[in-house]
């Protein structure tokens, strides 16, 4: 009987401990995930008086052939689990792994301060992220969305179907280096890329972008030599109207805290801040 009794004992904290254990693996934080960051910053805008509708597009975050990213699948969870969730009387929402919302539910019709409502356009670059509003008063555009995705490679993510500021043209030589059994970027490749302004801001004050996407990989599924992320930037000061192209740079930081990624000591940057425009496309 004592025998029976220390392994039912064991038997119960052994399910315990599974479901505990994975329970902590599902609902850990989105930073300990394939995790993204897209900031969108457009100034220039605030107290612009203007008629009529405004919109404002910018790259959005696709592979460099336009495709979104796919958000991990939520999960069933093991009878470990559904039995300590009962027991437990967790929400009914809290009783299958977490959901992951894709990029419709991301990014499309969101308000934001200013009365800019956001929308994917298919354009004839490509997808767009914009902003739209009918407000005669203008405020800048300040946006942020984090997301996660089922997967994603940090080492040549331009060529292997990561997420990158899109559209994407005329991308820049890219030269890698072995770096244990994945490769690198010799040095931050650039791309051109569009951002658009609707005919009602013609011939108003410089409008500058500010766009970033910055893309970690999953921490739990790499040694610490392979964590890292890239760093995907536009910026851009626009005095035209239509679709303008805009030059896109990327760096990578393998692995953390590495400091490669930094972008803002590049001559990229450097130009940007000593008052560079961008052109209207022809």
Known sequence: MLLLAIFIVLFVGSIFAHAIYTDAEDWRSPGRR??????????????????????????????????FFTPPAQKDPYLS????????DWPEQHR?????????????????????????????????????TNE?????????????AD??????????????????????????????????YVSNPTYDTYVYLSEN???????SFNIELEANNDPT????????????????????????KARAILGQEVPWRSGSASLWSSQYVLDFYGDVTSDTES
């Not at 689990?81 to 437990?88: G, N, T, V």
């Not at 005669?136 to 996660?148: A, G, H, K």
């Open 81 to 88: 689990q559904r039995l300590m969730h009962e027991i437990l």
């Open 201 to 207: 801001l013609e011939g108003g004050d410089t409008v």
């Open 34 to 67: 394939y995790h993204c960051i897209y900031e969108v910053s457009v100034g220039g805008l605030s107290g612009r008086e203007v008629a009529g509708t405004t919109v404002i597009m910018v790259p959005i975050p696709a592979t460099k052939e336009g495709k």
């Open 151 to 184: 997967y994603f490679d940090i080492f040549d993510p331009i060529n292997n179907g990561s997420p990158v500021l899109y559209p994407v043209e005329n991308v820049s030589e890219i030269s890698v280096v072995p770096y244990g059994d994945y490769v690198k």
């Open 221 to 244: 599924e790499w040694p610490e030599e392979y964590c890292g992320c890239y760093n995907n930037l536009l910026l851009a000061k626009v005095n035209d109207t239509g679709y303008v």
């Open 96 to 132: 299958k792994g977490p959901y992951f919302e894709n990029s419709t539910e991301v990014f499309d019709n969101k308000t934001i301060s200013g009365n800019w409502t956001t929308f994917i356009a298919e354009t004839d670059k490509g997808y767009m992220y914009g902003f739209r």
């Open 136 to 148: 005669t008063r203008l405020d800048d555009i300040s946006f942020s969305r984090e997301f996660v």
